[in-house]
T-cell receptor
């Protein structure tokens, strides 16, 4: 079945630095991937939709210059948090639509998430 | 109005109890519905898709009511390991997925 891998799982950085998070679809091609962030005890919040070969679509209130998304291939999307600040500390999760083995019903598969702590 | 709404809970139930969650959605054009489970500090994982005719997977039963625009999840014979947050997910075209805020379930010994 479809698998999505996300890296790194945990990152601690200094304020002002940039952090890149990778999201890979391991055994399927994902023309569209989604990036979410989740604060403690809150629900997933969609940040942007990443489209292979074109610009990402950002949700209202999400700064595209701060959260750079690149989807250069059918299996890789990256999210770069630029000039990170402590308020950017969060759990970032990617997902892609795939198909469970033996079914023809699409579902969202999630990466393992990346916990960012900005000091 | 939010696209998808859920009671955040928490639902605190004893082992062996039956518990049910509802989730309402606002877009009548929604086509596909899912229940995901999210454990603390982990990514969501698919629990089950929700089919028009309703479907069952072991102790879990999902139902869809298009007229009233809600889906439900019933858990029978609750186990301690069922403790998690249950997310309702709705999509109309698989280009955008809408998440509920999640319902927290605590199953106690």
């Amino acid at each position: 079945g479809a698998v999505v891998s996300q890296h790194p799982s945990r990152v601690i950085c200094k304020s002002g630095t940039s952090v890149k998070i990778e999201c890979r679809s391991l055994d399927f091609q994902a023309t569209t991937m989604f990036w979410y962030r989740q604060f403690p005890k809150q629900s997933l919040m969609l940040m942007a939709t990443s489209n292979e070969g074109s610009k990402a679509t950002y949700e209202q209130g999400v700064e595209k210059d701060k959260f750079l998304i690149n989807h250069a291939s059918l299996t890789l999307s990256t999210l770069t948090v630029t000039s990170a600040h402590p308020e950017d500390s969060s759990f970032y999760i990617c997902s892609a639509r795939g198909f469970r083995q033996g079914t023809n019903t699409g579902e969202l598969f999630f990466g393992e998430g990346s916990r960012l702590t900005v000091l | 109005r939010k696209e998808v709404e859920q009671d955040p809970g928490p639902f605190n139930v004893p082992e062996g109890a039956t518990v049910a969650f509802n989730c309402t959605y606002s877009n009548s054009a929604s086509q596909s519905f899912f229940w995901y489970r999210q454990d603390c500090r982990k990514e969501p994982k698919l629990l089950m898709s929700v089919y028009s005719s309703g479907n069952e997977d072991g102790r879990f039963t999902a139902q869809l009511n298009r007229a009233s625009q809600y889906i439900s999840l019933l858990i029978r014979d609750s186990k301690l390991s069922d403790s998690a947050t249950y997310l309702c997910v709705v999509t109309s075209n698989f280009n955008k997925f809408y998440f509920g805020s999640g319902t927290k379930l605590n199953v106690k010994p």
